[in-house]
């Protein structure tokens, strides 16, 4: 059973900035793509961000465009999420996530989970 393990949340004045990390215990290669997931309290989860392991193909949801930016390290086994410009609505509970299936963010379809890091965004 392939582990993953979220670091890097806490807390940040809007506007800052946060770089999250999820290690893997095995290949990246051995998964079809890894993505960044989000719940906020009496939300259900969402897709932020998702990276194909094999190509550059990269898909973010609209509200985190041009803020968010994901990248992995196949070397180290890890996938990062450089957030920019945070907003109170990213506040949340970040999940890395990841699917062997030929699907890129489709949360159904992720198989395996870390357990989460906290992302508060709060002046």
């Known amino acids: 059973q392939v582990q993953l393990v979220e670091s890097g949340g806490g807390l940040v004045q809007p506007g800052g900035s946060l770089r999250l990390s999820c290690t893997t215990s095995?290949?990246?290669?051995?998964?079809?793509?890894i993505g960044w997931f989000r719940q906020a309290p009496g939300k259900e989860r969402e897709g932020v961000a998702c990276?194909?392991?094999?190509?550059?193909?990269?898909w973010y949801t609209v509200s985190v465009r041009g803020r968010f930016t994901i990248s992995r390290d196949s070397a180290k086994n890890t996938v990062y999420l450089q957030m920019n410009n945070l907003k109170p609505e990213d506040t949340a509970v970040y999940y890395c996530?990841?699917?062997?299936?030929?699907?890129?963010?489709?949360?159904?379809?992720?198989?395996?989970w870390g357990q989460g890091t906290q992302v508060t965004v709060s002046s």
């Open positions: 996530g990841a699917t062997t299936a030929q699907a890129m963010c489709v949360i159904r379809f992720y198989d395996d």
């Open positions: 095995g290949f990246i290669s051995d998964y079809f793509a």
């Open positions: 990276t194909s392991t094999s190509d550059t193909s990269t």
